[in-house]
C-alpha cells in the first residue's frame, strides 16, 4: 500500500521571476503536477511576477504547452491555470507594489511562499520590497535559488540582505539535489538498514566518487557560466551537499536541525585545499570542439562572445574528511559539461576481502561496490560476487541488485521540485541549506578558486565527448583506483 502525501494548507505561491526559465519549465510543471495529485488546496494562488507586460490570461497562455507537455488533459491544464494568476512587476521599481500587496493581503490566512527564481543580483531588492510593504506577514517564506553568491564575501551580502527581512526560519535555500528521491533514498538505506552502518567508515569502505556530469555545452548561457564555473556552479552546492549525506554522522532524528547540523560538522571537517596543495588535489579542464551524441560540437571558447576566458567547466577533486569516521577515505569529486553521458552518480566502494581463496581460475574478485543513480534514472544498485550458475568449476562474477524505482515502484518519481516546493508550504527546511552551511561551503571553495587564480594557468584542454582531461585520470588512477564508468 502506498502513503497518501500529507495535505498542505492553502496557500500564495508567488513566483518572481515567473516567465524565466526555471519557472516556466520546473516550478509550474511541477506545481501541476501537484496538483494532479491533489495537493494543491482550493483557493490557493499562484502568481507569476516579472516585468513583462502581461496580464493573468497572457501568462497562462505562455504557461498552456509546457503544462500540456508535463503530461495533464486539456481540461486539467485549464482548472490548474485557474489558480495561476500574474503581475508585472519591476524588482527595482515602486509602480505596481501597492496593487500586489493589496492582492496578497486579500488572503491574510494563506502561507505565503516568496519564490526568488531570479538573478541573484534582484535578491536584496525584492526582499527590501516585500519588507517595506508589509508583506512578510504570518506564516511567510522566502525560497532562495542558487547562486548564493560567488564567493564568501557575496554570499554574506545576500544573507545578510535577506535576512534584515525574513529569519534564518523563513528562509529556505534551494539546492535541488537534495530533493531528488535516491538522496532521501540515502537516509533510508544508512540509517533505516542494519546493513549499511556498521560497515560504513575507513575500515570497510575504500572510497566514494561523486560525479555529475553533462553532455551539453553552455550553449545561451555562455555570459552566465564565464562568471561561475564547474566549481561554483557545481561543486560548492550540489556535490558537497551529496558529499554531506554519504558522510554525516546519524543524526539524532530527522528534524531540520538535527540533520543540518551534521551535514555542517563534515562541511567544517574537509581538508582545506589551497596554494599548497591545489596541483595535487585539483584539475580544471575547459571543453573544446569534439562530439557530443554524434555531432560535431564547438569549444567552449568558440561559444563564448568574447572568445578568452580560464573558466573551468571540468573540476576533478579529491577531497579529504578529517575525522574519525573518514580518515584516509578519499572522495573523488568531478562534474564537467560536454562529458559522454549525462549522469549523476554517487559510488561507494567498499574494501577488497582481505584474503581470496578462490585460484586464479576463478577469475578476479572485485570489491563491492554501492551505486547510486541520481539521473537520468534514478535507482540503486548493489554490486556483489557471485558464482556463475551452472557447471564448470568455481567461477566468478561481479553483478548488480539493481533496484530501479522506476521498475521498482512501477510509478514515475516525482521531479525534485514537487517535493521541495511542498516542503516549503508545510514549513520543513530539512532538505535545505541552512546560512552556515553555504558559509562553510565557501570557506572550502574559496581557497580552492584563489589558488587557481593566484597560479594563472589556463585550465587543461579536453576534448568534447571525452571524459575530461587525462590529468583528472591521473589524479585517481596515482592511487591506484579508477573512476567507475561500467556501472550498466
Ligand atoms: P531567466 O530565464 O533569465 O529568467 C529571469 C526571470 O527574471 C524572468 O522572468 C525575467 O523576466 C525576470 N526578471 C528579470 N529582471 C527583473 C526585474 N528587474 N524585476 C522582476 N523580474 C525580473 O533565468 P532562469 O534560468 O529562470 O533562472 C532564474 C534563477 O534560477 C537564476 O538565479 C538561476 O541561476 C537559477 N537557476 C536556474 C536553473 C535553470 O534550469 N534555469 C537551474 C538552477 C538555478 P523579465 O525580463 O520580463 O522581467
Not at 589556463?458 to 575530461?468: D, H, N, Q, S, V
Amino acid at each position: 500500500m502506498t502513503a497518501s502525501p500529507q495535505p498542505v494548507e492553502p496557500f500564495d505561491l508567488v513566483i518572481f521571476g515567473g516567465t524565466g526559465d526555471l519557472a516556466v519549465r520546473k516550478l509550474l510543471p511541477a506545481l501541476f503536477h501537484r496538483f494532479l495529485d491533489g495537493q494543491i488546496p482550493a483557493g490557493s494562488r499562484i502568481i507569476g511576477i516579472a516585468r513583462e507586460a502581461l496580464d493573468d490570461d497572457g501568462y497562462r497562455g505562455s504557461l498552456r504547452s509546457a503544462l500540456v507537455e508535463a503530461g495533464g488533459a486539456q481540461a486539467k491544464v485549464e482548472e490548474f491555470l485557474g489558480q495561476v494568476g500574474y503581475r508585472p512587476l519591476d524588482a527595482r521599481k515602486d509602480e505596481g507594489w501597492d496593487s500586489f500587496a493589496a492582492l496578497i493581503s486579500e488572503q491574510p490566512e494563506h502561507v505565503r511562499v516568496f519564490y526568488l527564481s531570479t538573478s541573484p543580483e534582484l535578491f536584496v531588492d525584492i526582499c527590501n520590497r516585500l519588507g517595506s510593504y508589509g508583506l512578510n506577514r504570518g506564516q511567510s517564506r522566502v525560497v532562495l535559488e542558487k547562486p548564493i553568491g560567488r564567493d564568501l564575501a557575496s554570499a554574506n551580502q545576500i544573507n545578510d540582505a535577506v535576512g534584515r527581512v525574513f529569519d534564518e526560519s523563513q528562509t529556505f535555500r534551494i539546492d535541488h539535489y537534495l530533493g531528488k528521491e535516491t538522496v532521501q533514498n540515502l537516509l533510508a538505506l544508512r540509517f533505516g538498514n542494519a546493513l549499511f552502518e556498521p560497515l560504513w567508515n575507513a575500515g570497510h569502505i575504500d572510497h566514494v566518487q561523486i560525479t555529475v556530469a553533462e553532455t551539453l555545452g553552455v550553449g545561451r548561457r555562455g555570459a552566465y557560466y564565464d562568471r561561475a564555473g564547474a566549481l561554483r556552479d557545481m561543486v560548492q552546492n550540489h556535490i558537497l551537499q551529496l558529499l554531506c549525506m554519504v558522510a554525516m554522522e546519524p543524526p539524532a532524528s530527522l528534524t531540520p536541525d538535527a540533520v543540518r547540523d551534521e551535514k555542517l560538522k563534515v562541511l567544517r571537517s574537509l581538508r582545506p585545499i589551497d596554494e599548497s596543495n591545489a596541483a595535487q588535489f585539483t584539475v580544471r579542464g575547459q571543453y573544446r570542439a569534439g562530439a557530443a551524441e554524434g555531432q560535431g560540437v564547438p569549444g567552449y571558447l568558440e561559444e563564448l562572445e568574447g572568445g578568452k576566458s580560464h573558466t573551468e567547466t571540468f573540476v576533478a577533486l579529491k577531497a579529504e574528511i578529517e575525522n574519525w569516521r573518514w580518515a584516509g577515505v578519499p572522495f573523488y569529486l568531478r562534474t564537467g559539461k560536454r562529458l559522454p553521458e549525462r549522469v549523476s552518480e554517487i559510488v561507494v566502494v567498499f574494501k577488497a576481502v582481505p584474503h581470496s581463496i578462490f585460484g586464479a581460475s576463478a577469475g578476479p574478485l572485485a570489491q563491492n561496490r554501492l551505486v547510486l543513480r541520481l539521473q537520468p534514472d534514478e535507482g540503486v544498485k548493489l554490486w556483489l560476487t557471485i558464482k556463475h550458475p551452472g557447471p564448470g568449476g568455481l567461477r566468478l562474477r561481479h553483478v548488480p541488485l539493481d533496484m530501479s524505482f522506476a521498475e521498482a515502484f512501477g510509478v514515475s518519481q516525482p521531479d525534485a521540485y514537487e517535493r521541495l516546493l511542498l516542503d516549503v508550504v508545510r514549513g520543513n527546511p530539512t532538505l535545505f541549506m541552512r546560512r552556515d552551511e553555504v558559509e562553510a561551503a565557501w570557506q572550502w571553495a574559496d581557497p580552492i578558486l584563489a589558488a587557481w587564480a593566484a597560479s594563472g594557468e589556463a585550465p587543461r584542454p579536453y576534448t568534447a565527448g571525452t571524459w575530461g582531461p587525462s590529468a583528472a585520470v591521473a589524479l585517481i588512477e596515482r592511487d591506484g583506483r579508477t573512476w567507475d564508468e561500467d556501472s550498466e
